[in-house]
């Protein structure tokens, strides 16, 4: 019996050998014959569309969806986006297979392209709302394609850029943004050392002011001191912002930003500075990042940027704001912007990756049911849906809660900062950690073509992993959410007010008796939602701000298909959060029955969601040549005739 | 309906004319006075005819050409344009709602479809061929999209085909009207072979004789006969950087100012052609369409159907502009070449104007087009361009 069947199996082999080797020049591109074969069938085919998709995608990316789809369309066009064809489709990724340098000067390539194509334009000359919303969208356009490219742009036009534009003056801005915009010089930002990155008050840089000149003199007094992970500094930024500490006639003021310049505009590096990379990267190698010595480096006074501070041509020290603490925090509160972009970036990454493995689970199926059965699509799995379907519940809720916040950043005020502070903090913390928990699922969840760079939710991984510790440590930035809700709650005690701002009136009413039975209904309704999820300070104040966002989006919905689904994806995050947080089941908000019953519910809530899948991540707008062929119809894609001979 | 596979029909008057040799039907498009312009009864047969050849295991191969010297001259406007006069734009929907099926039926199409496309192929002429898997270009193929200047837009799935020439040459191609010659038509992609003329019978002999549905072996007998032709020197085929550099950008004023720095840099006749065809344009209708071929660069051929439709049926309804009776008049009834559009200018068309084409046409009746289910989405459909 077993021989018999072996030699059956070789037979079997030797046909499907066969048939990959070409007997004649016409026979190696012939289609193999699929008769009894698996054949894709798209998606499309089956799944329904009960709601529209397009309004969807209006209420998730925004704004600015004519103009997302121009540069998705620009970088798709062109060759320096690397498109590949598989299997009768374009893809648009970077060439991840380069070496470093080759890398890099790709990103500068596209930079360059779409730069001429006037994608940059009004990015720091423009004025009001509508040019800073096209710029936010533009960002995210590009982070779909390849995190190296936003980076390197956020780099140049929000930190240099940003830096010039909030901590300088008029003189600084007359000089500088509008060659900024055109590229007539690269900036960068030296702001990390080997020995300080989020403890940026301790960082050892030191400057000195000589009256005699008129100049500044700025060291890199040890090595710990050097500036480290400066993108754009080991190849192409002609100038940089330095962070340093200001040493006035022996008093120290504390950190103050200088513009300095780096390379010439041959390209060489300047006197008084050195330069080395940092070296190969487990992602971002597109990014050149560089480290920075500098001796003795003199630069003129016009260059310290003056928002806050100034020192006079005789060397005396002018503040507004004399408390250093206040003078630095005012002097940070402008980076808010980096943490809004990479929050939101988080999300969009977390779509490419669910818009990929769900779009394979609609098509990819294994094992049957019964035998000589057709097999199983993935997605009707009960435990495949619970292992996506509650990450896509919760990237819609973050999407919310990226909007919400470039919101307030965009409608910030001196007395918003603080808010714009703490619920920054906490959502780039929350989104990028979402992120990564989400890249590493779907990854499993496409099996081994996860691990295909071609299919990008793998690949992500190191792309984007770097998110949880740039622009403040994710753990750092949650304990200072938890300190500043602390004292919130002193201060209120203190003065015996109710509370106001930060999303925490809530806590003015009595604690709400949870019933012992909850039923569905309860299980969904937004009050029950909204009361649970105050618990266990950083992380709860930020599970219960995003949920939040997500019932003030569902308010502007009027009834219909497309409330109905909101509606399930809502409870759907706000009962995973619940049953993720042990917070609950520690102190006793949620009995062990309830606990049961609100795990019982999202297993409930996924089998409502499947039918809508599809339709979900349709609605994400990413185009098909943004995704990878996993996504799209992976025979045809892997079939003989699609190898390049 | 589909009784009609069996005997050979050659009457006259027939406006789709059928020959059946061993595996392949050749249809003929036989309406030579009006340049083969797509009735609705054409349309009809048409779309009969596919749907049954595809079911039908004897047929495996399909020929589609003009009789005369055109291949296909477009849709027939002038019906159109009766529909809407005798007040029932809703006769007009139906014969769009039906030519979009058969484009969407060979754009998925299971067999192979070979045009010969020698002569005029515009608007509903290319939609019946460029879809479909094999376009053959000769010296006497003319190619144009010239519905801008019509008060219209290119329809019939060019939003899907134009978006995918290389770079921004469908943007070029869409909004100028711009006509190509068989050689451009092939480094475009929008042919996939050029024949001479001279040798299409021989070609078509060949095809004949063939049994095969195989794409591979369809595809090397055309190569036989074909030939490399050669562009000619003032081809907009040869100024894909310029090209590149105006229709890549953001909106139409700026393509437009892109086009005049051009041309102050260098005097250039192409340059003040393609200019002036866009002045000459309808501003609506450039505005829609650069929209429509944008959208379409992201989406598959049937959403792609599926919004032309929304946007020809609001046109037709003629609430949002009346820019497209006005070209009617203007072009093809009064013949004075000299439309009054409204809004005359481009700057005074809104974002909200052009978004309006794009959302649901408000009436009763009226849905959204509904194409029917096929297997051989989308991959398939993508690969022919």
Known sequence: MASQYSSERAWFRTRILTNHFPSSPSLCVSPLESNACLSYSPPELHESYD???????????????????????????????NPQEKGGRVYVAPDYN???????????????????????????????????????????????????????????????????????????????????????????????????????????????????????????????????????????????????????????????????????????????????????????????????????????????????????????????????????????????????????????????????????????????????????????????????????????????????????????????????????????????????????????????????????????????????????????????????????????????????????????????????????????????????????????????????????????????????????????????????????????????????????????????????????????????????????????????????? | MASCTSASVKAQDDQVLVEETLSARTLILNRPRQLNALSNQMVSRLLELFIAYEEDPNVKLLVLKGNGRAFCAGGDVSAVVRYIREGDWKLGAKFFAKEYILNYVMATYAKPQVSILNGIVMGGGAGASIHGRFRVATENSVFAMPETALGLFPDVGASYFLSRLPRFFGEYVGLTGAKLDGAEMLESGLATHFVPSAKLSLLEEALHKEDSSDPVTISSIIDKYSQQPYLKEQSACLRLDVIDRCFSRRTVEEILSALEREAMNKADAWITTTIQSLKKASPTSLKISLRLIREGRLQGVGQCLVREYRMVCHVMQGKLSKDFFEGCRAILLDKDKNPKWEPSKLELISNNMVEQYFLKVVDEEWEDLKLPARFHLPGYAAAKL
């Open chain 1, 51 to 81: 709601f529209d998709t397009n309004e969807m995608r209006k209420l998730l990316d925004m704004h600015n969806i004519e103009d997302r789809d121009w540069l998705f369309g620009l970088m798709r066009q062109s060759k320096v986006f």
């Open chain 1, 98 to 645: 380069q070496s470093m340098e080759q890398q890099r000067e790709m990103t500068m390539r596209r930079i360059a392209y779409l730069l001429e194509r006037g994608v940059f334009n009004g990015w720091l000359t423009g004025k009001g709302l509508e040019s800073e919303m096209k710029k936010f969208a533009f960002l995210e356009v590009v982070g779909i394609f390849d995190h190296s490219l936003s980076v390197k742009l956020g780099v140049h036009f929000f930190l240099w850029g940003g830096a010039i534009k909030f901590f300088g003056t008029e003189r600084h801005h007359d000089k500088w943004l509008r060659d900024t915009e055109t590229y007539a010089i690269k900036g960068c930002f030296a702001m990390s050392e080997l020995g300080h990155g989020s403890n940026v008050r301790g960082i050892e840089t030191l400057t000195v002011y000589d009256s005699k000149t008129g100049e500044f003199v700025i060291n890199t007094p040890c090595e710990s001191a050097q500036k480290y992970w400066i993108g754009g500094a080991a190849n192409h930024a002609t100038h940089t912002i330095v962070f340093s500490q200001l040493n006035i006639n022996g008093s120290n003021q504390g950190v103050h930003a200088f513009i300095a310049q780096i390379r010439d505009a041959d390209g060489n590096i300047c006197p008084n500075i050195r330069i080395a990379d940092c070296g190969h990267k487990i992602g971002l190698n597109g990014v050149d990042n560089g480290r920075i010595w500098f001796n003795n480096l003199r630069i003129p006074r016009e260059n310290l940027l003056n928002s806050v501070a100034d020192v006079s041509s005789d060397g005396k020290y002018l503040s507004a704001i004399k408390d250093p603490d206040q003078r630095f925090a005012a002097f940070l509160a402008p980076l808010t912007s980096g943490r809004v972009t990479i929050a939101v970036s988080a999300i969009y990454s977390s779509k490419i990756s669910l818009a990929t493995a769900i779009r394979y689970s609609l098509t990819r199926r294994a094992f049957s049911i019964t035998p000589n059965g057709p097999e199983v699509l993935l997605l009707d799995y009960p435990s495949h849906q619970r292992r996506l379907l509650p990450l896509l519940a919760k990237t819609y809720a973050m999407s919310f809660a990226g909007n919400y916040l470039k919101m307030i950043y965009w409608k910030r005020t001196p007395e918003s900062n603080k808010t714009l502070h703490v619920v920054s903090s906490a959502f780039k913390a929350t989104l990028t950690w979402h992120n990564m928990r989400t890249l590493q699922e779907c990854r499993e969840a496409c099996g081994g073509q996860g691990l295909k760079t071609e299919n990008r939710v793998g690949h992500l991984k190191s792309e984007y992993d770097v998110q949880t510790t740039f622009e403040g440590d994710n753990n750092v930035l949650m304990q200072q959410v938890s300190k500043a809700l602390l004292a919130e709650y002193v201060a209120t005690q203190k003065k015996k007010k109710p509370f106001k701002g930060l999303g925490l009136e809530h806590m003015n009413e009595p604690c709400p008796i949870i019933p012992s039975q909850l039923t569905s209904t309860v299980l969904r309704s937004t009050q029950f939602q909204g009361y649970q999820l105050a618990e266990d300070l950083g992380r709860a104040f930020s599970d219960r701000a995003i949920l939040q966002t997500f019932m003030e989006a569902e308010a502007t919905v009027s009834v219909g298909p497309l409330k109905n689904v909101l509606s399930l994806l809502r409870s759907m995050y706000a009962l995973t959060c619940m049953e993720e947080d042990a917070a609950f089941l520690r102190y006793g908000y949620l009995s062990t029955e309830n606990a049961a019953a609100v795990r019982k519910e999202v297993t409930k809530l996924c089998s409502e969601v499947r039918p809508h899948a599809l339709a979900l991540v349709s609605s994400f707008g990413i185009p098909d040549a943004f995704l990878g062929p996993i996504a799209y119809n992976w025979i045809d894609a892997n079939s003989w005739s699609s190898v390049k001979h």
